[in-house]
């Protein structure tokens, strides 16, 4: 069974329902998402990746379950490609992309993938994408348009007070995937039950030469101000 039957079951419409109620979570904006066709959701990301639950239960809610864009080294960990598949998640690689939305799916990013997933309490809020564009060049080059997506609230789920030294390098092979040192509910490692608000921004047309450099940067500027300028008024 894939992620889309078990939302159909009775026990994934449950699962969903409690998700989106735990957060009292919601969709604004979500005429932006279309309905079919290809469109690439390019989003900010919170730690854990009970943001991408929200997201994924949100526009199931709306009709559409997504496929994510998932970080290569994860699949590279033990029991967890099981997991990733089932949700309808595929290596972070422009052709895997490419070929999704060039078949009218929906697919989700995070430009800023560990680096904004684990950022610290202190600088919550704000984007740390590090210049990525590459996400611009898969939907310029699918032909299909950006979405971007502000989710107002993710960032509080945890208080991320330092990063473990060690674990994650062990792990993954590198000390960006250091383990932040993170409390949620009750300062456990359940996120607490901050409200979250998904804003879908707009349609982003993505028209023009994939190797034109400065078309590709003032798409980037425009979705990552979009996005931060969401952030910062909420």
Known sequence: MGVDSFL??????VLLSRVLRYFDARLEGAHHVPKEGGALIVAN?????????????????NGRTPWWLADRNM????????????????????????DLLRRGELVV???GGI???YKLS????RLHWRGRSGFVKVAMSAGVPIIPVAACGVDDMYRVVAREPLLG???FGDDRYNLPIAFGRWGSP???RVPVVVHALGVVNTDGDVADESRVQSLRDLVEQMVQSKLDAT
């Open 75 to 98: 699949f590279s960990t033990p029991g967890f490609t099981p997991a990733l598949q089932f949700a309808k998640a595929i290596p972070g690689a422009p052709e895997g992309a490419m």
């Open 45 to 61: 990301h919170g730690l854990f990746g009970f943001d991408a639950f929200v997201l994924g239960a949100l526009l199931a809610k």
């Open 109 to 111: 990013v995070y430009p």
């Open 169 to 171: 390098r062990l792990l």
């Open 115 to 117: 680096f904004d997933s």
């Open 8 to 13: 159909e079951s009775r026990a994934g419409k």
């Open 190 to 192: 359940l996120p607490k």
């Open 122 to 125: 202190r600088d919550r809020h």
